[in-house]
């Protein structure tokens, strides 16, 4: 028997990667107080250098929490030796990350958003974003050579009405 709820653990775990950062943030603060009340380049240098890398990982965190969902929809995500397999009832398959041409994020109905993978000779593979392993896509997208979080970042917070490409194979 636990001490703790398990759907408080869930939101915990969920919320894990920004509040570990805000903590080094926090930290950086000291740090930086220190360097400006007890004269000391050290402690402020450490604490600018430390500020700079804690807030440029809260911001990944921040992107890869909208990324990363709870894993109530249909199927299910695997990624193996660079290969993406999603199991589903309808809407299955599998694509190669070499194969690849274009990755677009869609909405869709039930308000959230899905993967779209297209490659050539295949129909395109729709992921929903919560889908059960779906996490892992965006480890294995980071492989793809011009992909930019920043543009996933403002994919998610553009118009929801429609498709936007994040990554496309360069000619």
């Given amino acids: 028997m636990t001490i703790f709820r398990s759907d408080a653990l869930k939101a915990l775990r969920h919320?894990?990667?920004?509040?570990?950062?805000?903590v080094v943030v926090l930290i950086a603060v000291r740090l930086l107080w220190l360097g400006v009340?007890?004269?000391?380049w050290v402690y402020g240098l450490?604490?600018?250098?430390?500020?700079?890398?804690?807030g440029t990982l809260f911001n990944l965190a921040l992107i890869r929490l909208r990324l990363v969902s709870?894993?109530?929809a249909v199927g299910?995500?695997?990624v193996r030796e660079r290969n993406i397999v999603y199991f589903a009832p309808h809407m299955g398959g599998d694509i190669s990350l070499e194969g690849l041409?274009?990755?677009?994020?869609?909405?869709?109905?039930?308000g959230s958003y899905n993967w779209v993978l297209y490659a050539s000779g295949q129909p395109p593979l729709i992921i929903p974003f919560n889908a059960r392993g779906a996490d892992r896509l965006l480890h294995a997208f980071s492989a793809l050579p011009g992909l930019s979080l920043e543009r996933l970042n403002k994919a998610l917070k553009a118009d929801r009405n429609v498709m936007h490409i994040v990554w496309q194979r360069p000619q």
């Avoid at 009340?37 to 000391?40: D, I, L, Q, T």
């Avoid at 450490?46 to 804690?54: C, D, F, Q, T």
């Avoid at 041409?101 to 039930?110: E, L, R, T």
């Fill in 101 to 110: 041409d274009k990755i677009v994020i869609s909405p869709s109905k039930s």
């Fill in 37 to 40: 009340f007890r004269p000391s």
């Fill in 15 to 22: 919320w894990l990667e920004p509040l570990m950062t805000v």
């Fill in 46 to 54: 450490m604490g600018l250098v430390l500020a700079l890398v804690a």
């Fill in 70 to 72: 709870s894993g109530e």
């Fill in 76 to 78: 299910i995500v695997e």
